[in-house]
């Protein structure tokens, strides 16, 4: 990762191409969608200490696909905050259907 990202509009692009394999999008979109449980489920319950493992069970699924799958380093060790909210972001054009035509635009954008 040779680029500085300035802005999240600027590097969601380029963490989409690091998501192109459908499994790793499939295993970010599940680690997501726990993530999500543990927290609305440790707020509503009272149950604080499920939150604790908010990280274990939404990095977990990710690096898997990453090393695995993309074959890539994360790009939350250079960018995480970008790479938290791009999560998010693609969580969301997943569930809206717009996935596969955000990744072609990303790479349209990326290779030029």
Do not use: C
Not at 17 to 40: C, D, K, P, W
Not at 55 to 70: D, L, M, N, S, T
């Amino acid at each position: 990762m040779e680029k500085k990202y300035k802005t999240l509009a600027e590097f969601y692009p380029f963490y989409l191409t690091e998501h192109s394999n459908r499994i790793s999008r499939f295993l970010h979109f599940m680690g997501t969608t726990a993530v999500l449980f543990l927290l609305f489920g440790g707020i509503l319950t009272g149950h604080f200490h499920l939150l604790f493992f908010m990280p274990i069970v939404g990095y977990g699924p990710a690096w898997v696909g990453h090393f695995f799958f993309e074959k890539n380093r994360p790009a939350t060790f250079q960018y995480p905050l970008y790479s938290l909210a791009s999560d998010f972001i693609m969580f969301k054009d997943i569930m809206t259907g717009k996935i596969t035509e955000k990744l072609e635009q990303a790479q349209k954008t990326i290779n030029g």
